[in-house]
T-cell receptor, first 111, second 111 residues
Framework: DVKVTQSSRYLVKRTGEKVFLECVQD?????MFWYRQDPGLGLRLIYF???????EKGDIPEGYSVSREKKERFSLILESASTNQTSMYLC??????????FGSGTRLTVV | DQQVKQNSPSLSVQEGRISILNCDYT??????FLWYKKYPAEGPTFLIS???IKDKNEDGRFTVFLNKSAKHLSLHIVPSQPGDSAVYFC??????????WGAGTKLIIKP
């Protein structure tokens, strides 16, 4: 089974801090995605990547950046955390098509 | 403007009865539809899907119906079991293999 691992289940950070969320997948998937999930809003795409060193903006990229230096690792960076970035962050990967596999999520609280 | 809508934030169903979860979409170019299930503190997991060339797909207790003229799909769970209590997300796929997500419906199965 494909495994998508997010490094932290829960994080508490202070406003203005730089935050790194790490995601690693172990099945050589080309495509990786970062979403945030908020009540009543579903999953919103922040950034995605179809290949190493490649990145594309999703629907809500403001305040975020990403890094994909290796195929298996896709990092989400909050340059200067703000309270409105308090959310559940979900990483997903897929080989092709619509078969997304998600990590368990990181619950980030910015205080 | 939400392209995929799940208008019921929550649904409560008696154990053993049928659960029907609904989803509406606005973009007639969507060619694939999926349902994902999410437990608290876990990532979404794939449940069932349907291509736009079909009107029904069945997998055990789960059936998805697609009505293209109404731009509506529904997920039927029969019989409902306590383990089905979760948040269900409807997602629609475009030709770029990106998914557009609904806001989710929380299903509660009562004993």
């Amino acid at each position: 089974d494909v495994k998508v691992t997010q490094s932290s289940r829960y994080l508490v950070k202070r406003t203005g801090e730089k935050v790194f969320l790490e995601c690693v997948q172990d099945m050589d998937h080309e495509n990786m995605f970062w979403y945030r999930q908020d009540p009543g809003l579903g999953l919103r795409l922040i950034y995605f990547s179809y290949d190493v060193k490649m990145k594309e903006k999703g629907d809500i990229p403001e305040g975020y950046s990403v890094s994909r230096e290796k195929k298996e690792r896709f990092s989400l960076i909050l340059e200067s955390a703000s309270t409105n970035q308090t959310s559940m962050y979900l990483c997903a990967s897929s080989l092709d098509g619509y078969g997304y596999t998600f990590g368990s999520g990181t619950r980030l609280t910015v205080v | 403007d939400q392209q995929v809508k799940q208008n019921s934030p929550s649904l409560s169903v008696q154990e053993g009865r049928i659960s029907i979860l609904n989803c509406d979409y606005t973009n007639s170019m969507f060619d694939y539809f999926l349902w994902y299930k999410k437990y608290p503190a876990e990532g979404p997991t794939f449940l069932i899907s349907i291509s736009s060339i079909k009107d029904k797909n069945e997998d055990g207790r789960f059936t998805v119906f697609l009505n293209k003229s109404a731009k509506h799909l529904s997920l039927h769970i029969v019989p409902s079991q306590p383990g089905d209590s979760a948040v269900y997300f409807c997602a629609a796929g475009d030709s770029n293999y990106q998914l557009i997500w609904g806001a989710g419906t929380k299903l509660i199965i009562k004993p």
